[in-house]
């Protein structure tokens, strides 16, 4: 799961994409937390609990700074 996401987001970063959603559920939050730890690795990336309204619990927002 988390090389996916890995793939995903160098995916985003490379068509230029400004926001991904990440879904990982609740349980105990360890693929939440290996996420965290992932996207921080990241100088131009910023997460946020994504909206509860429209993903529910257990989603993140992802949000990528292109350089110019």
Request: proline share 0%; no cysteine; charged share 25%.
């Amino acid at each position: 799961q988390l090389e996916t996401a890995r793939r995903q987001l160098e995916f985003a970063i490379k068509k230029r994409i400004q926001k991904v959603v990440f879904i990982h559920g609740v349980g105990e939050g360890v693929l939440r937390t290996e996420l965290e730890f992932l996207f921080g690795r990241y100088d131009n990336v910023s997460f946020y609990d994504a909206n509860y309204q429209k993903y529910g619990l257990g989603a993140t927002e992802v949000y990528i700074f292109q350089g110019s």
